[in-house]
């Protein structure tokens, strides 16, 4: 997934001006942990502090909520972002918005005088901030040269092409389900609430071949297609192996793996993703929709199969 451009403002002395930036749209990526994981920095970074002063749903199907409920976003002050499993999460100052791109959303942080892109669903307006970003911004986004300037307006759009992604509204006092993410989700694949212990007890609860094991959102959060492939192959593990047939050490393994592999890959986007946020960087993974080429580990050439029609790519080689 390419999941946001940030399109600063007009170019000022010691600042990149991204409105020339043209984003690319990949369709045959979707966002996952490593993804979301950096855009919400970002975004908790460039807009905190600052109060909604817009709210506008030109394709309303990809809204669950109602106009009311959207015009009263505005001048509430959003207070945090942050990524739950593939859920990007707005706090407000009474309000909630959650965002579940699903498989073709995107999101552009723009000027308003940049052009809305197609396909553009939901847009919020933010205003001038008096300070800086918050002090909780992420290490890597402090004195980025993307972030807007604070006292400028910038725009917030989620466009998705074929509305299958959702944007929750939910309003304070109003029970409104989040399909898949209330009580739903299992702990995110980098939470360090998730240890060993926690993982060995999971993973004995949850049957079935070891790739599907970890799309499971019930069983660990934030891992799709791509970085299941990635996971499997740090660990030397078949994408379709059954759980049961994992010894002990391989558990572990996988563990390890997982965490390993999400965690290096949030460092690479954070270098790689900046200034252009829609374009989903995959390119550096070692095995995922590279069917064909040699391993990195072994030299073996790459197997790709698509069941499902969705890309699964393993080694021959070295994954037993």
């Known amino acids: 997934m390419a999941l946001a451009t940030f399109f600063c403002c007009p170019a000022r ?33 460039a807009l905190v502090g600052r109060s909604i002063v817009r709210a506008e749903a030109p394709a309303p199907l990809a809204v669950r909520g109602t106009p009311g409920e959207l015009a009263a976003l505005i001048s509430q002050p959003l207070t945090r972002i942050a990524r739950r499993g593939k859920f990007l999460i707005l706090d407000l100052g009474r309000d909630r918005i959650v965002v579940n ?21 939901v847009v919020l307006g933010f205003g001038a901030r008096p300070s800086g970003p918050p002090s909780d911004a992420a290490a890597w986004t402090r004195g980025a040269e993307w972030l807007p300037p604070d006292g400028d307006e910038v725009e917030v759009r989620y466009r998705d092409p074929t509305q299958m992604g959702k944007v929750y509204l939910l309003p304070a006092g109003v029970e409104r389900a989040v399909p898949g993410l209330d009580d739903e989700l299992g702990p995110d694949v980098d939470d360090p609430a998730l240890d060993l212990d926690v993982w060995r007890a999971r993973i004995r609860r949850h049957p079935g071949e070891l ?15 791509a970085y299941s492939d990635e996971i499997l192959h740090a660990a030397g593990l078949l994408p379709f192996r059954k759980r049961s047939s994992l010894a002990a050490e391989e558990v572990d393994a996988l563990y390890d793996a997982a965490r390993t592999t999400v965690t290096d890959a949030i460092d690479v ?16 993974l070692a095995v995922h929709d590279k069917g064909g080429t040699p391993c990195p580990r072994c030299g073996t050439r790459i197997t790709e199969v698509k069941p499902g029609g969705f890309v699964t790519s393993y080694c021959r080689g070295c994954q037993r």
Do not use: C, W
């Open 269 to 284: 986007l954070r270098r790689r993703v900046p200034p252009t946020f829609e374009t989903q960087v995959r390119d550096f």
């Open 211 to 225: 790739k599907n094991l970890l799309k499971n959102q019930a069983f660990v959060a934030g891992i799709g297609n």
């Open 13 to 45: 002395e010691g600042r990149v001006s991204l409105a020339r930036v043209l984003p690319t749209y990949n369709r045959r990526t979707v966002p996952e942990s490593p993804d979301l994981s950096v855009v919400s920095e970002a975004f908790h970074a």
């Open 101 to 121: 791109p699903m498989l073709t959303g995107r999101f552009q942080l723009a000027a308003p005088s940049v052009k809305r892109p197609t396909k553009t669903a």
